[in-house]
């Protein structure tokens, strides 16, 4: 097609697609000059800009009669664009916090495209290295003979056998590499799930573990009930049914056979129990390592192995009833000593009550959204409460005239759990996919920051080794230790491990051995027996 003032032959002759890209891509030269400044207008010669000498520009041979169109190759230096970007928009109401923000992302999109450009270089080296070897075998590449197009169909087929021949290397190489981590964990048998605990008619929110004999495992569900089992042989043991809504939370008195129960219900309940345990009977093997690369395909949505629990004792009216809460309940906790225990609600408050008198004795605020989590330490009168506002709150009750209060921002969502260690250490989970400790002495901000890849529910940390199991809302259930070095993940298969989110973890520690109990909206709670010694061993 003919072109308007065309007298050159080659830009006459120039593809119209062609050309529409090259115009695309022009900037008016003396447009740029006028709005630079002054000090830079003269580094502005005829086919080149003031950039580093990687960037020339070509006339495209189409004028207006008053600027010349120049069309330039690759992106423009960062420096380029913010020398332009302030030259010319003196005027902007953009604050320049924000303006800076924008002159780095332009740098950053340059730096990606001349990776880009540079990896396209070196591919075409590739193929001209590909090009010559053929050449030097014999092959005719004159450009109006036939064999050319040969030449490239045979040129691609080597290039095909040789990305071929790498990718069948790195896969046996890797293949002989993760058989010898697998062949290592399994002899040492990192992790054995040992009995899975069946009866719940929906989801299983929290679960803990009694802190005196007889040891049972209690778990909290949205069935409206908690149930009571026997770790050893996963019998039901007992029923809790005295709430009339979701029970969020089960946790035990460190002394005495007393559990406190948050609920939907917008209430807590204080119950008593008795259990007795049954003759354990022996579990089959079903020792699996901790590995990365356990088959991860999923059984049926309902799907449940074995059957739910038979008739049992149940308990239906509680010991006492906490009904200070205007919303739900959400988690509870006893403070040392069990005579007092600390509520979490989503009224966004945290009570403190008397056991013996179920008198409210203070009411925790300052939270500006909803709670999500509260716990107590194991040994001060401390509390800690998480919630929505990606905040924790530290309580200290320490002094009976003084209620001293300290937040903790370092999150970026919802923060789903807080708990205390043994230590003066405070571990904190959050939707935001982190995982943070904090040193109760230094505040300001996390000693160690451990990232995940999907959000963490209910933690909990082992007492005696201060293992950190982080249970996620992508099925997997993940160990760290503190100073966030990743010790193992629990296997998950089409035999073993939950199907759903994992809700919470709870620790039982007995001398060499160690017991991890998970649960999730699979409506199953799981027992594992971690062994700590192979575990810190491959650390």
């Known amino acids: 097609m003919p072109l308007e003032g065309g007298s050159n032959s080659s830009a006459s002759g120039r593809h119209p697609k062609q050309k529409r890209k090259a115009h695309s891509l022009s900037i008016r030269r003396n447009s740029i000059e006028e709005r630079l400044p002054s000090a830079h207008r003269g580094d ?41 970007y302030n030259s010319t928009v ?101 992790c054995q799930l040992v009995k899975e605990y069946v009866g719940h008619r929906d989801g299983i929110w929290d679960l803990s573990v009694t802190r005196t004999q007889p040891v049972v495992l209690g778990t909290a569900s949205a069935d409206h009930s908690a149930l009571l089992w026997s770790i050893e042989t996963g019998k039901c043991l007992l029923r809790y049914a005295g709430h009339a809504g979701s029970v969020n939370s089960i946790k035990f008195h460190p002394t005495e056979q007393m559990a406190l129960t948050a609920s939907g219900d ?34 049926e949505e309902g799907e449940v192995d074995g059957e739910g629990p038979c008739e049992v004792p149940t308990i239906r009216v509680a010991t006492a009833t906490l009904r200070s809460h205007q919303g739900v309940v959400i988690a509870g906790d006893w403070l040392v000593g069990g005579r007092q225990v600390v509520t979490a609600s989503w009224d966004r408050a945290a009570n403190l009550y008397e056991v013996e008198t179920c008198e409210l004795v203070h009411t925790l605020t300052g939270h500006d959204q909803e709670l999500t989590h509260c716990c107590t330490h194991p040994s001060q009168r401390l509390v800690v409460t998480s919630s929505r506002d990606t ?36 571990v904190s989970g959050s939707d935001d996919r982190t995982v943070k400790v904090w040193d109760l002495k230094n505040m300001r901000s996390p000693i160690t920051t451990i990232r995940t890849d999907s959000a963490v529910n209910r933690i909990s940390v082992s007492a005696n080794q201060r293992i950190i199991a982080l249970p996620h809302d992508n099925r997997q259930v993940r160990l760290f230790d503190m100073s966030g070095v990743r010790l193992a993940r629990l296997p998950r298969s089409n035999r073993m491990g939950h199907r759903r989110m994992v809700c ?28 700590i010694m192979a575990l810190l061993q491959e650390k």
């Not at 973890?505 to 062994?531: K, V």
């Open 90 to 190: 003196v005027d902007s109401k953009l604050p320049p916090s924000l303006r800076n923000n924008l002159l780095d992302l332009f740098g950053q999109i340059e730096r990606e495209f001349e990776n880009l450009y540079i990896e396209n270089l070196e591919l075409r080296r590739e193929i001209d290295t590909l090009n010559e070897r053929l050449t030097g075998d014999g092959q005719n590449i004159e450009g109006g003979d036939p064999a050319k197009g040969a030449l490239k169909t045979k040129a691609s087929h080597s290039t095909s056998q040789l990305s071929q021949k790498l990718k069948t290397t790195y896969k046996a190489s890797t293949s002989k590499i993760v058989s010898s981590f697998k062949a290592n964990a399994g002899s040492r048998a990192v």
């Open 504 to 531: 919470c973890s709870a620790w039982n520690e007995e001398n060499q051995s160690c017991n991890l109990f998970t649960c999730g909206f699979d409506r199953q709670a799981i027992g594992w027996n971690i062994n």
């Open 266 to 299: 917008q209430t807590a309940h204080i119950w008593r129990y008795q259990v007795q345990l049954p003759t354990p009977q022996p579990t089959p093997d079903v020792t699996a390592p901790c590995d990365d690369d356990q088959d991860s395909s999923d059984r």
């Open 391 to 426: 905040t924790f709150r530290l309580w200290d009750f320490r002094d009976p005239s003084i209620h001293s209060v300290n937040v903790f921002q370092g999150h970026t969502d919802t923060v789903t759990s807080a708990v205390f260690t043994v230590g003066d250490n405070v």
């Open 44 to 84: 502005m010669l005829e086919g080149q800009l003031f950039t580093d000498g990687h960037i020339d520009g070509q006339t495209d041979g189409h004028t207006d009669g008053r600027t010349e169109c120049k069309t330039y190759s690759l992106p423009m230096p960062s420096a380029w664009w913010r020398q332009l």
